[in-house]
């Protein structure tokens, strides 16, 4: 008979249980998939990286007031996803996409688009600007402000923007501008903006059908048809967790909650018999102790599993 001796009660530690506890999990409906494929996903933060870089280099020029743009995340997701994420009040621009029901969005604070007009104005745009609708005057000053930064955007993403857009109209309230289906799939590109010393976030929205055309055919990536072998090849590359166990023992719930350091359990595992080979608690071997060369290691000497 095997015995063990008990080191720590329960085996879990304090901190292990609470970052179990504490651990979020997300939803995902397989249904609408909203995920990027990992080389999808570079080439475009590659192309929004470099949309920031030439619409702060724009703004700067512009507003004549040293401008920041930095894309913090790309993402795909449902427009009504996407839309219940802004602020109720805001300043959606929304764009033509020729050949395509949905549009395009710009989407910033109203409020950061007067600091640039006052910018741009001659003012000092020091004071903060209420969430408002712009003037004939302010919107013909936006309009031109997006209309370059939409020159800049055909330029970042290249080939995967083939299709003309331009500035059709602003929206001010998230909820009620409808510029896709609710179910229809958006690459949502989130940015951070420094104008002088104030900040804000605006985002870039595009249906996500138009890009991924093109980017399945300049950035392709596997076919289809042999998505059992590569899902096979990969599955057989994960690494596992595999424990050389005895033979398990059941114990009344009292027996647990009563031990303490020092305890003796007995194991109903005799000397004679080999180990077994468990892999995520499934036993698929026997095994018994060995080594190789200095290191501790396990000679299998007959296998569980039922052949296919």
Same mark, same amino acid.
């Given at each position: 008979?095997?015995?063990?001796?008990?080191?720590?009660?329960?085996?879990?530690?304090?901190?292990?249980?609470?970052?179990?506890?504490?651990?979020?999990?997300?939803?995902?409906?397989?249904?609408?998939?909203?995920?990027?494929?990992?080389?999808?996903?570079?080439?475009?933060?590659?192309?929004?990286?470099?949309?920031?870089?030439?619409?702060?280099?724009?703004?700067?020029?512009?507003?004549?007031?040293?401008?920041?743009?930095?894309?913090?995340?790309?993402?795909?997701?449902?427009?009504?996803?996407?839309?219940?994420?802004?602020?109720?009040?805001?300043?959606?621009?929304?764009?033509?996409?020729?050949?395509?029901?949905?549009?395009?969005?710009?989407?910033?604070?109203?409020?950061?688009?007067?600091?640039?007009?006052?910018?741009?104005?001659?003012?000092?745009?020091?004071?903060?600007?209420?969430?408002?609708?712009?003037?004939?005057?302010?919107? @013909?000053?936006?309009?031109?402000?997006? %209309?370059? &930064? !939409? $020159?800049?955007?055909?330029? #970042?993403?290249? /080939?995967?923007?083939?299709?003309?857009?331009?500035?059709?109209?602003?929206?001010?309230?998230?909820?009620?501008?409808?510029?896709?289906?609710? @179910?229809?799939?958006?690459?949502?590109? %989130?940015? &951070? !903006? $420094?104008?002088?010393?104030? #900040?804000?976030? /605006?985002?870039?929205?595009?249906?996500?059908?138009?890009?991924?055309?093109?980017?399945?055919?300049?950035?392709?990536?596997?076919?289809?048809?042999?998505?059992?072998?590569?899902?096979?090849?990969?599955?057989?590359?994960?690494?596992?967790?595999?424990?050389?166990?005895?033979?398990?023992?059941?114990?009344?719930?009292?027996?647990?909650?009563?031990?303490?350091?020092?305890?003796?359990?007995?194991?109903?595992?005799?000397?004679?018999?080999?180990?077994?080979?468990?892999?995520?608690?499934?036993?698929?071997?026997?095994?018994?102790?060995?080594?190789?060369?200095?290191?501790?290691?396990?000679?299998?000497?007959?296998?569980?599993?039922?052949?296919?």
């Amino acid at each position: 008979m095997a015995t063990v001796t008990v080191q720590e009660q329960y085996g879990i530690s304090a901190p292990a249980r609470a970052a179990a506890a504490t651990k979020t999990v997300e939803v995902y409906d397989f249904r609408r998939p909203t995920t990027l494929a990992r080389e999808h996903s570079r080439v475009l933060e590659l192309a929004f990286e470099t949309f920031a870089r030439q619409w702060g280099t724009q703004l700067t020029a512009k507003v004549r007031m040293v401008c920041q743009v930095t894309c913090d995340q790309v993402l795909m997701q449902t427009y009504d996803d996407y839309a219940s994420s802004l602020p109720a009040s805001t300043a959606m621009v929304l764009c033509n996409l020729e050949g395509s029901s949905a549009k395009a969005v710009i989407q910033f604070p109203a409020s950061t688009a007067l600091t640039w007009v006052s910018h741009m104005l001659g003012g000092s745009g020091n004071r903060i600007a209420p969430e408002r609708k712009f003037t004939q005057i302010e919107e @013909a000053l936006v309009r031109g402000l997006m %209309s370059d &930064a !939409l $020159e800049d955007l055909r330029y #970042s993403l290249g /080939a995967l923007l083939v299709v003309p857009i331009s500035v059709d109209a602003i929206q001010y309230n998230s909820q009620f501008a409808q510029a896709a289906a609710t @179910a229809d799939l958006m690459i949502v590109a %989130s940015f &951070a !903006l $420094e104008v002088g010393e104030g #900040s804000s976030i /605006a985002t870039v929205a595009l249906p996500a059908r138009i890009l991924l055309e093109q980017l399945g055919e300049v950035h392709p990536t596997g076919s289809r048809a042999k998505s059992k072998e590569l899902l096979q090849a990969q599955l057989s590359r994960v690494p596992v967790e595999v424990s050389l166990r005895l033979t398990p023992v059941r114990v009344l719930p009292s027996r647990i909650l009563d031990l303490a350091v020092g305890d003796i359990l007995p194991i109903p595992h005799p000397k004679h018999r080999p180990l077994d080979l468990a892999v995520d608690g499934l036993s698929l071997a026997r095994a018994a102790v060995g080594s190789n060369g200095s290191r501790l290691a396990c000679i299998i000497i007959e296998s569980k599993e039922k052949p296919r």
